[in-house]
């Protein structure tokens, strides 16, 4: 583990946390409707540049995002977000529980995020109300539809449920697919958080890398129909764009981890 870039950027981290908050607390937390909704895209846009380049992340992008509507993503680790963010403004479906986290509770909140309780039927009529007021104020709502991450080898059963909102609003869903290769290890092992994995000792290894490799891919946008249906069609394209991110990055084939979850984004 390399310390001096650990803590290097562990300075950096705090310094870009701190101005975004306040950016956030002087104009952000001023405006209403429309107009905040439209500002915590940008504003978590532009945070996860700065984030992006403090890690050395060297994104390659294929295809375009949307505009607006539904932006269906793999989920490997608690970076994706900011990979996402980094390439188009955009809020978050996270799970509820997301909002008591030291730090993440100020970023969800800060960036919009709709939280979710998929124990509570209930919620999906609120969260059906949250996508169609960010979709009227022209922003996309990003979607994890496996519920949680992966070790980044495959892709996980999605969850129908997550696209009911998309079905009732008739809104287009893109489906977006990210891989890794950190340089020191070859692998996206080491920016995989999945299992039992502790965050802490996991995010102090990832800040030590050199440098990280990620490949984010925007496919052609589907309508949202018959949520079952999209979703298996959303899996079978994003699992075929994963094999050919992970051949593009040269990652050699590994034996895929049992699904184990952390439940700790929706």
Request: with cysteine.
């Amino acid at each position: 583990m390399n310390f001096v870039r650990m803590i290097t950027r562990l300075v950096l981290f705090g310094f870009i946390s701190v101005t975004a908050f306040l950016d956030f607390a002087l104009i952000g937390n001023w405006l209403k409707g429309a107009a905040r909704i439209r500002y915590q895209g940008r504003w978590l846009s532009r945070y996860s540049k700065a984030i992006c380049w403090m890690i050395n992340l060297k994104i390659i992008r294929i295809g375009n995002p949307a505009p607006a509507g539904i932006l269906a993503s793999n989920h490997m680790s608690y970076i994706d977000p900011f990979l996402i963010a980094s390439q188009t403004p955009v809020i978050f479906v996270a799970k509820h529980d997301i909002r008591d986290w030291p730090w993440g509770g100020i970023l969800t909140r800060c960036g919009g995020t709709l939280y979710i309780n998929r124990e509570q039927r209930s919620d999906v009529g609120r969260l059906t109300s949250g996508v169609r007021t960010i979709a009227e104020a022209g922003v996309p709502v990003g979607l994890f539809l496996e519920g949680t991450t992966s070790d980044g080898t495959h892709v996980l059963p999605f969850h129908p449920g997550l696209l009911q909102p998309a079905v009732e609003i008739q809104s287009n869903v893109l489906p977006c697919t990210i891989s890794y290769r950190v340089k020191e290890t070859g692998s996206s092992e080491g920016v995989s958080w999945y299992g039992d994995v502790t965050l802490l000792p996991h995010l102090l290894q990832l800040l030590s890398y050199s440098s990280i490799e990620a490949i984010i891919q925007f496919s052609p946008v589907e309508p949202a129909t018959d949520r079952k249906k999209l979703a298996a069609k959303l899996h079978h394209d994003i699992t075929n764009r994963l094999a050919d991110s992970r051949e593009r990055l040269r990652i050699s084939p590994s034996k895929p981890h049992p699904p184990v979850h952390h439940g700790h984004n929706a």
